[in-house]
Structures are given as structure tokens and as C-alpha cells.
């Protein structure tokens, strides 16, 4: 982790959100979300040096009446604007019950079950959401309207891990189709289509094209939903509005988020686990989110394998 907080530090970062992006990064590299992890280091640090991205950012706050916290990122990286929430928002969830945040002006958020995760190991559940630059059409068209726009969830139990869930809109993630472009490999062929509408297999093509939803019309409208509650409450850009994630050539993204956070009783933690007793007393069957535990024993166990091309690169600009 420390050589890729010098390398933000050495492009003007400071050290303080230099260590919050590193961590966030490793994170996802140790739960196997590489397209969410070290990969990411070459096109952040592009856009700082481009200024699409404000590593200067001052992080503001304001509220919209009692039990809604509205952030404004001022375009920098999400990581700290997302950790000036959990800083601030607490509290008020200790205190009130509940809380709704929203985040304007902001950027890429890696993995969104690592930010719920967090609220969750401290008895609050956490709902989260987050727009992303347009990569899915509406149902029943062909040009790229709303992001893969992600949806995390977190609850605090009893005994053991937080439970989680993190699922992206489209079939699958966007990061692993760029994954896969940057490893030469192929796609399954329903996870995308090229810009003429066609199923692709070609990374670069499925990339140019547009992702398909999960669950056909009804992932669809969910992405829609999303939309709405992200970039639509807080006044930022809708998915085809943005600008990508990893370019430097156009202006900020100005995505969003929105968290919905609650401070539920003891007796109702208690009462989650009926639910999850119920799921596991049958057999064959399992909670969400046990495989990312068990990539996280292993990392803790054997250590962290990193791609040579990004370990390479990391090195370089520390």
C-alpha cells in the first residue's frame, strides 16, 4: 500500500487522501475486484496530471432538511468525499436513526461493498448506490444512456462479518470486460454488444458498445431507478452526460452517490440472523459475500499477487 500512496503523493496528493485511494485500491485488488483495484492507479494518475481531476478538492457539506446530508465532492476522487461522510454522518445516524447522504461532483467509487462494509462493523446499515458514466442502453434501444450503476447493501450481525452485497446493473461489472482487454482475453458473448447491437466476444468492441443489463428490462429499470436517485436528487450528471472514468481528453464526470444509512436496535440485528439461519439450514447454500471473505483469508494467509504490467507501473511513479 505504500508505494501507491507515493505515487499519488508524488503527483501533488495529499498524504492523507494519498493513503485513503491506496487503501481502497489494495482493498479491491485483495478481494479480487481488479478492475477496481491497482489497474486503476495509470488512468488516475493521468487525469490528475490533465487536471480532469481535483486533487485540491475542497469537500463541502450542507443539509436538506433534517435527514438529508448533501456533499459536494468539488470533482475530486470519491474516496475522500466518501470518508468525509462516514466522518460526519455517524453521529447524526447515532443520534437521529437515520440519515440520507448524497455526493455531487465526484468520480469513480471502486468497490461500493467496501463503503457500506465499514458502516456495518459499526451496527448501521448501509444502502448505497452510484451513477456511472452511460455504458447500457434503455430496453429496446442501442445507444448507452445509464452506467452499469452499482447497488451495495450492508447489515451488522450478531456473530461474524457484516453481511454485504454488491452487484453492478449490466450482467456484469465494466471493469472486468477493461480487464479483459488489458489481458488480451475474450468475453463470455451475453455479458455485452458492439455499437452496431451485435453480441461481441471482443473486449474492445463490447467497450465501444454498449453492456447488457442484468435481468433484461427489469435490470434496465433499475438502472433507471438509480439514475435517478443518484444523479437526479443530488444535481449531477446522469450517466450520459458524464465523461468516462479513465480518459483525459473532456471535463470532470460529476457522477454521484447516495447513501441511505439506519441505526437499527439490538433486537432487530438479532432478528437479521432468523433470515440468515433459515437460507444456510438448507443444504448447498450460502450467504452473499463468503467468496470475498475467503479471497481475503487467502491474501492474509499467502499475501497479495499483483499483475507484473501494474506492480511495474507503481513502481514507476513512486
Known sequence: MQRVRDAFQSHGMSTHNAEIIAHYLVLAETDGQLGHGLSRVKSYLAQIKSGKVNIRASISSEFQGKGWLAL???????????????????????????????????????????????????????????????????????????????????????????????????????????????????????????????????????????????????????????????????????????SSFLDTKSSEPNVAQTLILIAPPAKRIAHFETLFSAILAQPDTRLPGINRLKKRADVAKNGLKILLDDYTYILSQA
Open 72 to 242: 459536494d465532492a468539488d470533482h475530486g476522487f470519491a474516496f475522500p468525499a466518501l470518508d468525509h461522510v462516514y466522518l460526519q454522518a455517524m453521529p447524526l445516524v447515532r443520534e437521529n436513526g437515520s440519515l440520507l447522504v448524497t455526493i455531487n461532483k465526484s468520480h469513480h467509487a471502486g468497490v461500493l461493498a467496501h463503503h457500506v462494509e465499514r458502516y456495518a462493523e459499526q451496527g448501521v446499515v448501509a444502502l448505497m448506490f452510484s451513477n456511472t458514466p452511460a455504458a447500457m442502453a434503455p430496453w429496446g434501444g442501442s445507444t448507452p444512456i445509464f452506467g452499469t450503476n452499482p447497488i451495495a447493501f450492508s447489515c451488522p450481525r450478531d456473530t461474524g462479518s457484516p453481511f454485504v452485497i454488491d452487484l453492478s446493473l449490466a450482467k456484469v461489472a465494466r471493469g472486468k470486460v477493461m480487464r479483459a482487454k488489458t489481458e488480451g482475453k475474450k468475453i463470455p458473448d451475453d455479458w455485452a454488444v458492439d455499437p452496431d447491437g451485435i453480441a461481441t466476444t471482443d473486449p474492445e468492441q463490447a467497450l465501444k458498445g454498449a453492456m447488457l443489463p442484468m435481468g433484461g428490462a427489469k435490470g434496465a429499470a433499475l438502472a433507471l431507478m438509480v439514475e435517478l436517485i443518484t444523479a437526479g436528487l443530488a444535481g449531477a450528471h446522469y450517466g450520459f452526460q458524464a
